[in-house]
Protein backbone atom coordinates (compact mmCIF):
# COMPACT_ATOMS: atom_id res chain seq x y z
CA UNK A 1 0.00 0.00 0.00
CA UNK A 2 1.37 3.29 -1.09
CA UNK A 3 1.54 5.87 2.18
CA UNK A 4 1.03 9.75 1.63
CA UNK A 5 3.46 11.74 -0.28
CA UNK A 6 6.33 13.71 1.15
CA UNK A 7 6.48 17.19 0.13
CA UNK A 8 9.69 19.20 0.91
CA UNK A 9 9.08 22.71 1.18
CA UNK A 10 11.98 25.24 1.23
CA UNK A 11 12.87 27.71 3.88
CA UNK A 12 15.23 30.35 4.57
CA UNK A 13 15.55 29.15 8.33
CA UNK A 14 16.09 32.70 9.24
CA UNK A 15 14.53 35.25 10.18
CA UNK A 16 12.97 36.34 6.80
CA UNK A 17 10.94 33.00 6.94
CA UNK A 18 9.64 34.29 10.82
CA UNK A 19 8.83 37.78 9.75
CA UNK A 20 7.01 38.26 6.34
CA UNK A 21 6.50 34.36 4.52
CA UNK A 22 4.93 32.29 7.32
CA UNK A 23 5.69 28.72 6.33
CA UNK A 24 2.49 27.63 8.61
CA UNK A 25 0.66 28.60 5.52
CA UNK A 26 2.49 26.10 2.94
CA UNK A 27 2.59 23.17 5.80
CA UNK A 28 -1.13 23.59 6.36
CA UNK A 29 -1.69 23.69 2.72
CA UNK A 30 0.19 20.55 2.14
CA UNK A 31 -1.52 18.40 4.86
CA UNK A 32 -4.82 19.25 3.99
CA UNK A 33 -3.94 18.40 0.32
CA UNK A 34 -3.48 14.78 1.88
CA UNK A 35 0.39 14.78 1.74
CA UNK A 36 3.23 15.02 4.08
CA UNK A 37 5.13 18.46 4.73
CA UNK A 38 8.41 18.10 5.38
CA UNK A 39 10.65 21.93 5.47
CA UNK A 40 13.50 21.83 3.86
CA UNK A 41 16.84 23.83 5.46
CA UNK A 42 19.16 25.06 2.69
CA UNK A 43 21.31 21.96 1.13
CA UNK A 44 24.96 22.72 0.48
CA UNK A 45 26.26 20.56 -2.03
CA UNK A 46 24.82 18.38 -5.18
CA UNK A 47 25.44 15.08 -2.96
CA UNK A 48 23.32 16.92 0.17
CA UNK A 49 20.66 17.91 -2.14
CA UNK A 50 20.22 13.85 -4.19
CA UNK A 51 20.02 12.62 -0.91
CA UNK A 52 17.48 15.16 0.72
CA UNK A 53 15.62 14.79 -3.20
CA UNK A 54 15.53 10.48 -2.21
CA UNK A 55 13.15 11.22 0.88
CA UNK A 56 10.72 13.19 -1.48
CA UNK A 57 8.00 13.16 -3.26
CA UNK A 58 7.50 16.19 -4.54
CA UNK A 59 9.16 19.93 -4.20
CA UNK A 60 7.47 23.00 -3.28
CA UNK A 61 9.40 26.21 -3.64
CA UNK A 62 7.96 29.04 -1.40
CA UNK A 63 8.24 32.52 -1.90
CA UNK A 64 10.45 34.63 0.16
CA UNK A 65 12.94 37.41 -0.41
CA UNK A 66 14.92 38.35 -4.08
CA UNK A 67 17.00 36.07 -5.91
CA UNK A 68 20.24 37.77 -6.18
CA UNK A 69 21.47 38.96 -9.22
CA UNK A 70 24.89 36.71 -9.02
CA UNK A 71 22.62 34.13 -9.78
CA UNK A 72 20.97 35.89 -12.59
CA UNK A 73 24.16 36.84 -14.25
CA UNK A 74 23.43 40.35 -14.34
CA UNK A 75 24.39 43.45 -12.42
CA UNK A 76 22.52 44.45 -9.50
CA UNK A 77 19.14 47.13 -10.82
CA UNK A 78 17.92 49.78 -8.25
CA UNK A 79 15.04 48.65 -6.60
CA UNK A 80 16.38 44.60 -5.65
CA UNK A 81 15.71 43.47 -2.20
CA UNK A 82 17.69 41.36 0.23
CA UNK A 83 19.18 38.43 -1.12
CA UNK A 84 20.14 35.69 0.82
CA UNK A 85 22.79 33.68 -1.60
CA UNK A 86 22.86 30.33 0.46
CA UNK A 87 19.21 30.34 0.08
CA UNK A 88 19.12 30.69 -3.83
CA UNK A 89 22.09 28.08 -3.93
CA UNK A 90 20.15 25.86 -1.98
CA UNK A 91 16.58 26.09 -4.52
CA UNK A 92 18.87 26.14 -7.47
CA UNK A 93 20.41 22.96 -6.80
CA UNK A 94 17.44 21.30 -5.73
CA UNK A 95 15.61 22.27 -8.62
CA UNK A 96 18.38 21.45 -10.95
CA UNK A 97 18.22 17.90 -9.96
CA UNK A 98 13.81 17.78 -9.49
CA UNK A 99 13.91 18.43 -13.28
CA UNK A 100 16.50 15.69 -14.12
CA UNK A 101 14.49 13.18 -11.76
CA UNK A 102 11.05 13.89 -13.30
CA UNK A 103 10.07 15.32 -9.97
CA UNK A 104 7.03 16.66 -9.09
CA UNK A 105 7.42 20.76 -8.39
CA UNK A 106 5.00 23.64 -7.63
CA UNK A 107 6.52 27.12 -7.18
CA UNK A 108 4.99 29.84 -5.66
CA UNK A 109 6.07 34.04 -6.04
CA UNK A 110 9.39 33.36 -5.59
CA UNK A 111 9.32 29.66 -6.58
CA UNK A 112 8.06 30.36 -9.82
CA UNK A 113 11.10 33.12 -10.60
CA UNK A 114 13.64 30.31 -9.11
CA UNK A 115 12.06 27.86 -11.56
CA UNK A 116 12.51 29.90 -14.64
CA UNK A 117 15.72 30.65 -13.72
CA UNK A 118 16.74 27.64 -13.29
CA UNK A 119 15.63 26.22 -16.38
CA UNK A 120 16.89 28.82 -18.45
CA UNK A 121 14.39 31.96 -18.47
CA UNK A 122 14.88 35.33 -17.25
CA UNK A 123 13.08 37.24 -14.85
CA UNK A 124 12.42 41.37 -13.89
CA UNK A 125 14.80 42.39 -10.76
CA UNK A 126 12.30 45.21 -10.10
CA UNK A 127 8.87 45.28 -12.18
CA UNK A 128 8.32 49.16 -11.01
CA UNK A 129 11.50 50.37 -12.81
CA UNK A 130 12.26 47.85 -15.55
CA UNK A 131 8.18 47.74 -16.13
CA UNK A 132 6.52 51.07 -15.05
CA UNK A 133 3.04 50.73 -17.05
CA UNK A 134 2.33 47.45 -15.04
CA UNK A 135 0.24 47.39 -12.26
CA UNK A 136 0.93 47.79 -8.57
CA UNK A 137 1.98 44.06 -7.76
CA UNK A 138 2.30 44.08 -4.15
CA UNK A 139 -0.86 44.48 -2.76
CA UNK A 140 -2.24 46.58 0.38
CA UNK A 141 -4.58 44.34 1.74
CA UNK A 142 -4.37 41.37 3.82
CA UNK A 143 -2.77 38.56 2.20
CA UNK A 144 -5.49 36.39 1.93
CA UNK A 145 -7.57 38.44 -0.27
CA UNK A 146 -7.25 38.52 -3.85
CA UNK A 147 -5.94 41.65 -5.76
CA UNK A 148 -6.04 41.21 -9.34
CA UNK A 149 -7.59 38.73 -11.95
CA UNK A 150 -5.38 36.40 -13.94
CA UNK A 151 -6.16 34.90 -17.63
CA UNK A 152 -5.55 31.20 -17.24
CA UNK A 153 -4.56 29.42 -20.54
CA UNK A 154 -7.07 26.77 -21.65
CA UNK A 155 -4.69 24.10 -22.79
CA UNK A 156 -2.90 24.06 -19.82
CA UNK A 157 -2.88 22.14 -16.54
CA UNK A 158 -3.41 25.09 -14.61
CA UNK A 159 -6.93 25.28 -16.77
CA UNK A 160 -7.32 21.69 -15.83
CA UNK A 161 -7.02 21.76 -12.25
CA UNK A 162 -9.11 25.40 -11.77
CA UNK A 163 -11.55 24.84 -14.53
CA UNK A 164 -12.07 29.00 -14.94
CA UNK A 165 -10.51 31.02 -17.52
CA UNK A 166 -10.02 34.12 -15.25
CA UNK A 167 -9.36 33.84 -11.35
CA UNK A 168 -8.58 36.46 -8.62
CA UNK A 169 -5.50 35.85 -7.01
CA UNK A 170 -3.56 37.91 -4.30
CA UNK A 171 -0.22 39.61 -5.44
CA UNK A 172 3.00 40.47 -3.45
CA UNK A 173 6.17 40.64 -5.13
CA UNK A 174 8.00 42.96 -7.53
CA UNK A 175 9.88 40.44 -9.13
CA UNK A 176 8.86 38.38 -12.16
CA UNK A 177 9.32 36.03 -15.03
CA UNK A 178 10.65 37.84 -18.12
CA UNK A 179 11.45 35.36 -20.24
CA UNK A 180 9.39 31.60 -20.34
CA UNK A 181 12.00 28.91 -20.13
CA UNK A 182 12.62 26.36 -22.79
CA UNK A 183 9.72 23.62 -23.03
CA UNK A 184 7.86 25.37 -20.82
CA UNK A 185 4.24 27.51 -21.35
CA UNK A 186 2.78 30.58 -19.77
CA UNK A 187 -0.49 29.72 -18.17
CA UNK A 188 -1.89 32.35 -16.42
CA UNK A 189 -1.58 36.00 -17.72
CA UNK A 190 -2.41 39.70 -15.53
CA UNK A 191 -3.91 42.38 -17.88
CA UNK A 192 -0.74 44.29 -17.58
CA UNK A 193 1.00 41.60 -19.57
CA UNK A 194 2.82 40.35 -16.54
CA UNK A 195 3.29 36.35 -16.63
CA UNK A 196 1.32 34.99 -13.35
CA UNK A 197 2.19 31.41 -14.37
CA UNK A 198 4.55 28.85 -16.35
CA UNK A 199 4.50 25.12 -16.33
CA UNK A 200 6.42 22.48 -18.48
CA UNK A 201 4.25 20.19 -20.58
CA UNK A 202 6.14 16.96 -20.66
CA UNK A 203 6.76 16.51 -16.78
CA UNK A 204 4.82 14.87 -14.16
CA UNK A 205 3.80 17.98 -12.31
CA UNK A 206 5.97 21.13 -12.63
CA UNK A 207 4.03 24.48 -12.40
CA UNK A 208 4.68 27.87 -10.72
CA UNK A 209 2.50 30.60 -9.86
CA UNK A 210 3.19 34.04 -9.39
CA UNK A 211 0.62 35.02 -6.32
CA UNK A 212 0.22 32.82 -2.95
CA UNK A 213 -2.51 30.17 -3.18
CA UNK A 214 -1.20 29.00 0.38
CA UNK A 215 -2.57 32.40 1.90
CA UNK A 216 -6.15 32.23 0.30
CA UNK A 217 -7.02 29.11 2.27
CA UNK A 218 -11.09 29.89 2.03
CA UNK A 219 -10.27 30.08 -2.29
CA UNK A 220 -11.38 27.07 -4.09
CA UNK A 221 -8.86 27.58 -6.99
CA UNK A 222 -5.92 27.62 -4.75
CA UNK A 223 -7.12 24.12 -2.82
CA UNK A 224 -7.48 22.80 -6.22
CA UNK A 225 -4.08 23.64 -6.99
CA UNK A 226 -2.45 22.28 -3.71
CA UNK A 227 -4.71 19.03 -4.04
CA UNK A 228 -3.72 18.69 -7.90
CA UNK A 229 -0.30 18.86 -7.00
CA UNK A 230 -0.19 16.09 -3.84
CA UNK A 231 -1.63 13.57 -6.35
CA UNK A 232 0.96 13.65 -8.36
CA UNK A 233 3.41 13.87 -5.80
CA UNK A 234 1.04 10.76 -4.68
CA UNK A 235 1.54 8.87 -8.78
CA UNK A 236 5.03 9.73 -8.46
CA UNK A 237 5.69 8.08 -5.30
CA UNK A 238 3.94 5.15 -6.88
CA UNK A 239 6.20 4.52 -9.39
Known amino acids: MVGKPVVGITAAHCSEELKTFPRQYYVDSIRKA ?24 GLLLTGGGD ?28 TQLSLQKNLPILGICRGIQVL ?8 YQDLPSQHPIAMEHRQTVPRQYSW ?33 PPEFIQNALASDGIIEGIEKPDAKFCLGVQWHPESMEADIHSKALFRGFVEACLLSKGT
Do not use: M
Open 148 to 180: HDVEIAEKSVLFSLLGERKVGVNSLHHQAVLEI
Open 34 to 57: GGIPLILPPVKTQEESSDVLGLLD
Open 67 to 94: ISPVYLREDPLRGIGNCLPERDWSEILL
Open 116 to 123: AVVAGGRI
